[in-house]
C-alpha cells in the first residue's frame, strides 16, 4: 500500500462540511483521536475553491493561487500532510500539487502574483509539497490504522442493511493514488468491515455519480436528479437503512433531496446517510448531537439507528 | 601520433528523428575533424558511396558515423567504411540515447556534441582488428506448443533441423484447439479449427527431427560459447505414455470431479483426465492436485500404465538459438466488475462462447444458457480491456476481437436464426479481406452498435447493458438473456517468465519485443533468440504461422551463416606463456583450456573481460583492441566538451546495460541530459584509473550497470565498493560512483535510476 502518515497533518476543513454537517467534522476528531492521529486545524485555511471551480467560477490559476497559499500555511504550522474530508478538496489539491510542481510557467504566474501584491510570503517552491505523499483523504489515513478500529469499536451496527457510495473525486479523478478500487472501490466497505458489519458489496450504480455534478444540480436539475433517482432506487430494491459517504456533496445530494427525489419518483426512501467518519464515530459510540451532529441530517438519524447494542466483548 | 590522425564525421539526419531536435549546423560548428558530411538518410546505400566517397577525397584515417544506436546500425556502417578496417569506425548514438530521450534542443545539441566528440577520441585509439566466425550448435529450442510453435518446429524439422518442442501443459495445441470454428475470409464461411490444427499436429507427431516435450518448462537459462545451456523442469505426468491406449477406462473409475479448464471450466472432468480428444501426447494425466489416491483408476487400468508416484526431473538441453512461442492468455475479467462476469452465469467471454458453440464442447457444439435453454438475445461486447486508458486496461488494440465476434455471431445466426445478437463496438476493426466477411455478417441480420457499454445488470431474469449509442448520442438500455465479452489479448505467464528468465528484451505491455518493428520483426534482443505467434503481440492464427515460418526460416540463416563475434577478446603469447594454468582457474567464462600443450581461448565464450590479465605472472596475455586506452580517450572525450556548470555524469553499462538504454529511448521515455552512456565490452574492463581519472577531471558523478546474471557481476560490485572506498579516503563523496543492477526487459527502472542518481549529484553540486 502507499505510504500514508498519521502525524504532521493538517485536517483541511471544509465548506460544505462545516455549514452543511459539522458533525462530520466532529466525528472525523473524535475518530482520529481515538487512533492516535496527530491532526490540527488553523483558521488561516480557506476554501479549495471546489464548487466554485466546477462552476466556473474560478479558474485553475485561481484555484492553484489559492492551493498555494494553503500548502504554504500548512508547511508554516510545520504540517504539511493535508488530509479532507471533502472529495471534491482532495481532488482539486492533489491536481493544485501536481500542477505547481510540474508547469514552471504556472507556478511563476502565481508566484509574481503573490509578489506584487506584497505576499512574497506564500511562495510555492517546486516540490514543496508532493501530490502522492503530502494529500490524503480521511479514509486514507483510517484505512492505514484499520487494525486499531476494531478495538475502539462499542456499538453493533451490523444488524444493519449498509451500503457504500464512494465520491467520484475520490475514485475517479487520481486513479494512482485511490485506495481500495477504482472500478469496484471499496476502501469503505473494508473500513467498515473493521467495525464489525459486512456492507451489501456490489450493488446497481455502485459506481455512479451522486448527480451533484456542482452547478448541474441547479442548471439541469431534471439530469443531476435522475442520476441520483437510479441510485435512489437502487438502495432502495436492495433495503438499505444506511448508506456511506465519503463526500460532503455526495451526502448533500441524498439527504437533503431524499424527499423531492421520492415525491418525483413516487416511492419512500427510507435510507439515511452517514459519512464514513459518522459511521465509525457511531460504531465507537460518539455522542448523536455533540459528535454525530444529527440534528443537521434532514432524514433523521434516528428513523433507522434507534436502541444502540453494545457490542459483546 | 594518434592525434595525427584524420577522422572524417558523418551525421545522419535520420529523416528528422535526429535533426528535428539536435541542431547539426551547431553540432558541425563545434567539431575540429578533417571532415565532416551530412546526410538525410545515411543508412541508406547512397550513405555508402558518400562515405566511401570522403574515406578516399580526404584520405581518412578514422570514421565517426553520429546516428542511431551501434546495436541498430553498426554492421551496417563497418561494412560501409570499407576499405578502411571495420574496427576504425566508432557509432555516437545521437538517436536513442539523446534525441530520442530529450526535448529541450539546445541541452540536446550540447550532449550530442559530447558524445561525438568522445567518439572521435575513441576511434583515435582504435586499431584494425579481424572479426572472428563461428559457428552455433544447430539444434533448436521451441518454447511453447501452441500452433506458433508447432509451425515453426515442423518448418524447421523439415529443412532437417533437430527440435525440441517444450510445452507446459500436458498437450500441445493451444488455444487454437479451443476456439471451435476458425473463420476464413475468402470463403466466407467457418470452418474446423480442429480439422485445420490435426494434419498439423500428425505431422509434427511423426517427424523424427522433433522431440515433443510436455508438463515441461524452462527454468534456467545460460548462454555460453554461443550455446543456450537450457535446465528444463519436467512434471510428472504418472502415466506412463508408451503404455498407455488412452482408452478412459481409468477416468470412469475416478471419483473425483473437477471444472474442466479446458472446457475454460464450463464442465467437469475427472482428476485423471485426457485434455481433449485430439492431445498429444495420445495419454491420460493425472492432476495431482486433486487426486485423492484412491487407487481405483491403478485398478482399472489394463496396461498397468499409472504411477501414482511421480518426482519432477530436471533435463539438461544444448542448444544454438531459440524461437520463443510461449502465446497469450485473456483479460482477468475480475478487473472489469462492472460487467458482472463473476456475478451472473450468463456474462461470458468469447474464448467460452468459443467453447459452447464448440461441438466437443460442454454442450456438444448446442448454444445454451446455464438453464438449458436457447438465448433470444446474445448482446456482445468489443474492446473489455482493449483500447482502454482507464487503469489496468490497455491501450493497445487486441487485433482479433472483431473478426472473432463476427465468427461466432455467425455461428449463432447459422444455428439459431431467431436469436438476435447485437454487437456494441468501438470500431469495426476488418481490414483486407475480412471487411467482406463483414458485409457478410451484416446481411446475415447480426446488429451493431456503436458505443462501449458502461455496465450490465441483472433485472429479474434479465441482464440490462447500458450503453451510449454514441452514433445517435442516446443513452440506451439494452435486454439481453447472454452477454459475451471480447476480452483482450495479453501476455501469457509463461511469456514473462521466459523473457525474465533468457533477459529478452519486452514492450511497455510485456510482450516480447522484435529487434526492429519494421525490419527485424522476429528477432529480439538477444543474438540466436527468435520470437513468433501472440508472445510477441496479438495476432490472428494465419499471422502466428506466418511469423513461425519466418522465425524458422531466420534461425536456418543463423546456423548456416555463423556468428560474427567482436575480435575483443584474449590472447595468448606462447612464447612467454608457461601453462601455469593461473588464467583458467580465473575466468569465469571457462573460456579457456589446455589443448596440445597450449592455452586456448574459445572465442565465443571469451567476453573479453580482462580478469585473467591480473593473474598472469609471465605477462602471456593480452585483450585485442586496445580497450583500456579507448575508454580513457572516450572519458577524456566526453568531459573536454563540458561547459561550465554543466552536469556531467558518465554511465558504463555492457551490450545487455546498453540495450536497456536503448530502449529508454526507443519507448520514448526521458532522463537528464547529463547523463553521457559509454560502451564498454565489459563493465569488468573500467578501471578505478577510469573512474578516478573521470572524478578529478570533470565528471559529477559515475554511474556503472551491470546484468546480474553476468558472471563477472559479484566481481564488478567489489570492485565498485573498494573505488567508492577509495574516494572516501581521498576525501571525496563516494556518493558520486554508483552501482546498479541492470536488465533487458526493465528499461524504465534503468530511466528512474538515471533521474534518481542525477538527482543525487544535483544534490551533492549543491552541497559543495
Known sequence: MKYVPDKDILLFRSCLVSVEYPGVEASTKFVFDKLGVDYAISEKQTCCTGLGHYSDVFNQIDTSAIGARNFRIARDIGRPNLVMMCATCYAINKKSVKLLNRKDELRNHINELFDENGLSHLKYEKDDLKPSENIFHVVDILYAKRDEIGKHIKYDLSDYTIATHHGCHYCKVHYEDTIGGVRDPNVMDELIKECGCTTIGWYDHKRATCGTGFRQRYSNPDLSFTATADKMNAIADEDVDILVHLCPNCHIQFDRYQYLISEREGRSFRAIHLNIAQFIALAMGGDLDKVIGAKAHTVPIDSVVKDLKEVKK | ?768
Open chain 2, 1 to 768: 601520433m594518434r592525434d595525427d590522425l584524420k577522422v572524417g564525421v558523418f551525421l545522419c539526419e535520420c529523416g528528422g528523428n535526429i535533426s528535428d531536435i539536435v541542431d547539426l549546423d551547431k553540432v558541425r560548428e563545434e567539431l575540429d575533424v578533417e571532415f565532416i558530411g551530412q546526410f538525410e538518410n545515411l543508412c541508406s546505400l547512397n550513405g555508402r558511396k558518400i562515405i566511401r566517397d570522403a574515406i578516399f577525397d580526404h584520405d581518412l584515417d578514422r570514421v565517426v558515423v553520429a546516428a542511431c544506436s551501434p546495436i541498430s546500425h553498426e554492421k551496417t556502417f563497418q561494412d560501409y567504411v570499407k576499405p578502411l578496417n571495420p574496427y576504425l569506425m566508432d557509432m555516437a548514438n545521437i538517436r536513442e540515447q539523446c534525441s530520442w530521450v530529450h526535448s529541450d534542443s539546445e541541452r540536446a545539441t550540447r550532449k550530442a556534441i559530447t558524445l561525438i566528440n568522445a567518439s572521435i577520441e575513441k576511434v583515435k585509439q582504435s586499431d584494425a582488428v579481424d572479426p572472428i566466425y563461428c559457428q552455433t550448435p544447430d539444434e533448436v529450442a521451441i518454447i511453447g506448443g501452441g500452433i506458433a510453435g508447432m509451425n515453426a518446429a515442423l518448418s524447421l524439422a523439415k529443412q532437417g533441423t533437430k527440435v525440441t518442442l517444450i510445452e507446459q501443459s500436458p498437450s500441445i495445441g493451444g488455444h487454437m484447439a479451443k476456439i471451435g470454428k476458425v473463420f476464413s475470409p475468402v470463403k466466407i464461411a467457418e470452418e474446423c479449427g480442429m480439422c485445420l490444427l490435426n494434419p498439423i499436429l500428425n505431422e509434427l507427431v511423426w517427424n523424427e527431427n522433433i522431440e515433443v516435450l510436455t508438463n515441461t518448462k524452462v527454468i534456467e537459462a545460460e548462454r555460453r560459447a554461443g550455446t543456450y545451456n537450457l535446465i528444463l523442469e519436467k512434471s510428472p505426468r504418472y502415466i506412463d505414455t508408451e503404455k498407455c491406449i488412452a482408452c478412459g477406462k481409468c477416468a470412469e473409475a475416478c471419483e473425483v470431479e473437477v471444472p474442466n479448464d479446458w472446457n475454460d471450466n464450463l464442465s467437469m472432468r475427472k482428476a485423471i483426465y485426457r485434455p481433449f480428444g485430439q492431445s498429444y501426447p495420445e495419454a491420460y494425466v493425472i492432476d495431482m492436485d486433486n487426486c485423492s489416491k484412491c487407487s481405483n483408476c491403478v485398478k482399472a487400468c489394463s496396461m498397468k500404465a499409472i504411477r501414482l508416484r511421480g518426482k519432477s526431473e530436471r533435463i539438461p538441453l544444448q542448444v544454438g538459438s531459440i524461437i520463443v512461442a510461449t502465446g497469450h492468455k485473456l483479460f482477468d475479467m475480475e478487473k472489469r466488475p462492472e460487467y458482472g462476469y463473476a456475478r451472473y452465469d450468463d456474462v461470458i467471454t468469447q474464448s467460452e462462447l468459443g467453447r459452447i458453440t464448440g461441438v466437443n464442447g460442454p454442450t456438444k457444439g448446442k448454444l445454451l444458457k446455464s438453464n438449458g435453454e436457447v438465448p433470444k438475445r446474445v448482446v456482445m461486447i468489443q474492446c473489455v480491456g482493449s483500447r482502454d486508458e482507464k487503469p489496468d486496461g490497455h491501450k493497445y488494440c487486441s487485433k482479433i476481437c472483431c473478426t472473432v465476434a463476427l465468427k461466432n455471431a455467425n455461428i449463432i445466426k447459422h444455428k439459431y436464426p431467431d436469436t438476435d445478437v447485437l454487437i456494441c463496438y468501438t470500431d469495426v476493426r476488418t481490414p483486407g479481406m475480412f471487411e467482406k466477411y463483414y458485409k457478410h455478417t451484416q446481411e446475415n441480420e447480426v446488429r451493431f452498435l456503436r458505443g462501449r457499454p458502461g455496465e450490465v445488470v441483472k433485472k429479474g431474469d434479465n441482464y440490462i447493458v447500458r450503453t451510449e449509442d454514441t452514433l445517435k448520442g442516446e443513452f440506451v438500455e439494452i435486454e439481453a438473456d447472454m452477454v459475451v465479452l471480447s476480452t483482450a489479448m495479453e501476455p501469457s505467464e509463461g511469456t514473462e517468465e521466459i523473457a525474465e528468465i533468457l533477459n529478452i528484451g519486452t514492450t511497455e505491455d510485456g510482450f516480447i519485443k522484435e529487434s526492429h518493428p519494421k525490419i527485424k520483426p522476429v528477432a529480439t534482443d538477444v543474438q540466436g533468440i527468435f520470437v513468433c505467434g501472440t508472445a510477441h503481440e496479438p495476432k490472428d492464427i494465419t499471422d502466428s504461422i506466418m511469423q513461425a515460418t519466418a522465425a524458422a526460416a531466420k534461425v536456418n540463416e543463423y546456423n548456416y551463416g555463423g556468428v560474427e563475434i567482436e575480435p575483443f577478446i584474449a590472447e595468448i603469447d606462447n612464447d612467454r606463456c608457461n601453462l601455469c594454468g593461473e588464467c583458467i582457474e580465473r575466468c569465469k567464462y571457462k573460456s579457456m583450456s589446455i589443448q596440445n600443450d597450449e592455452i586456448y581461448i574459445d572465442p565465443m565464450s571469451c567476453t573479453g573481460c580482462g580478469k585473467c590479465l591480473v593473474g598472469c605472472k609471465q605477462r602471456a596475455i593480452t585483450v585485442n583492441g586496445n580497450i583500456d586506452e579507448k575508454i580513457m580517450a572516450t572519458i577524456k572525450g566526453a568531459l573536454s566538451k563540458k561547459r561550465d556548470g554543466e552536469r556531467m555524469i558518465l554511465v558504463f553499462l555492457d551490450n545487455i546495460g546498453y540495450t536497456a538504454a536503448d530502449n529508454i529511448g526507443v519507448n520514448r521515455l526521458s532522463y537528464p541530459e547529463s547523463i553521457h552512456i559509454i560502451k564498454v565490452i565489459s563493465v569488468n574492463r573500467v578501471r578505478p584509473r577510469h573512474i578516478k581519472y573521470a572524478l578529478e577531471n570533470g565528471a559529477d558523478g559515475v554511474f556503472i550497470g551491470e546484468f546480474p546474471g553476468d558472471l563477472m557481476y559479484d566481481e564488478v560490485e567489489r570492485k565498485i565498493q573498494r573505488a567508492k572506498n577509495r574516494l572516501q579516503e581521498l576525501g571525496e563523496n563516494p556518493e558520486r560512483i554508483t552501482f546498479s543492477k541492470v536488465y533487458i526487459p526493465y528499461f524504465s527502472g534503468l530511466a528512474r535510476k538515471f533521474n534518481e542518481f542525477d538527482a543525487k549529484i544535483a544534490e551533492l553540486d549543491d552541497e559543495t
